[in-house]
């Protein structure tokens, strides 16, 4: 009985604020809203038994909502929501789509036969889910790894100021690189 | 609390999400609409775990995948806005048809 009132509370909060992140016009309400959201998700995860995951979802979705914001601030058109302003386009359309998507998702889910319940969950979730990462499924951890690293070198080197042609110009094998601070024993 | 209902949440929040990564001009608010979608991903593989099959790890190893997207998608995305605006000043998706100087 508790479970099901809790899970309702975060359900219904849960779409409500994810609803309400494309209506606000203050982008820190925005942001708030979507953390919410995903807070709730977090919760619902605790709900089904996966303590691990579900404090990792909460602990890394408040601070990805927290450099969210930060980035809202730098790049949005009217981060204080101030001006009351549009920022959709082909709403319509989109409004459609999503309906036609949810009501597909709706359907299937209600229509589907799911198989029935096999074996039951372990004591420790977080044991076995360690167990699963470092044995049978040690290449979508690796995988994995290997993903967070090249996102790494790639936002570095994305977000860095002066590449390559900025140093040597259009001319590659140019030495020295006109470098703001020159690298080496020299410096 | 059943499957269907856990589902028929994950589908929401799917669709809202789609929804908000569909109208959205700013790449920021674009990517919050990603994360809501990611997050009804989540709801879904926990429920297909807790409730089919809690005995094999593979719905939980799906969460740990669908965090690991969030996070990728997230960091990926804010340096591709910043390298956008740094080469030409847009921050909209109807102005940036492609990242070249």
Redesign the interface.
């Given at each position: 009985m508790t479970?099901?009132i809790v899970?309702w509370v975060l359900?219904v909060l849960?779409?409500a604020s994810?609803?309400m992140?494309?209506r606000f016009d203050s982008m820190a309400r925005?942001?708030y809203a979507?953390l919410l959201?995903?807070l709730c998700?977090g919760g619902?995860?605790l709900?089904?038994?996966?303590d691990y995951?579900g404090v990792?979802?909460v602990l890394?979705m408040t601070i990805?909502m927290a450099?969210?914001a930060v980035?809202?601030v730098m790049?949005?058109?009217n981060p204080a929501g101030l001006m009351p302003m549009s920022?959709?386009?082909?709403?319509k359309?989109?409004?459609v789509?999503?309906?036609t998507?949810?009501a597909a998702?709706?359907t299937g889910?209600?229509l589907a036969r799911?198989?029935a319940?096999?074996?039951?969950?372990?004591t420790d979730?977080t044991m076995?889910?360690g167990?699963?990462?470092m044995g049978p499924?040690m290449l979508?951890m690796v995988t994995?790894g290997m993903?967070?690293f090249a996102?790494?070198v790639?936002?570095?080197v994305?977000?860095t100021?002066r590449g390559r042609y900025d140093r040597f110009g259009d001319d590659l094998r140019t030495r020295p690189a006109d470098d703001p601070v020159p690298g080496g024993g020299g410096r | 609390?059943s499957?269907?209902?856990?589902?028929?949440?994950a589908?929401?929040?799917?669709?809202?999400?789609?929804?908000?990564a569909?109208?959205?001009?700013?790449?920021?608010?674009l990517?919050?609409?990603l994360?809501?979608m990611l997050?009804g991903v989540?709801?879904g593989a926990?429920?297909i775990?807790?409730?089919?099959?809690?005995?094999?790890?593979?719905g939980?190893?799906l969460?740990?995948?669908a965090?690991?997207v969030?996070?990728?998608e997230?960091?990926?995305g804010?340096?591709?806005?910043?390298?956008l605006?740094?080469t030409r000043e847009v921050?909209?998706t109807?102005m940036a048809a492609e990242l070249k100087r």
């Open positions: 479970e099901d899970f359900a849960a779409v994810g609803v992140v494309f925005a942001t979507l959201s995903l998700v619902e995860v709900l089904l038994g996966l995951l990792v979802i890394m990805e450099l969210m980035f809202m790049f949005m058109m920022m959709l386009h082909n709403k359309g989109a409004a789509i999503c309906t998507v949810f998702l709706a889910i209600l799911w198989p319940r096999r074996g039951r969950p372990p979730p076995s889910l167990m699963s990462l499924q979508t994995l993903a967070l996102t790494i790639s936002t570095v994305l977000s100021r | 609390m499957l269907d209902l856990l589902l028929l949440l589908a929401a929040l799917f669709s809202i999400g789609l929804f908000g569909l109208t959205q001009q700013s790449v920021v608010m990517m919050m609409g994360e809501l997050g989540i709801v926990a429920a775990w807790h409730f089919l099959t809690p005995d094999a790890a593979d939980q190893v969460v740990v995948l965090v690991t969030m996070a990728v997230m960091a990926v804010f340096a591709v806005v910043t390298a605006f740094r921050d909209t109807d």
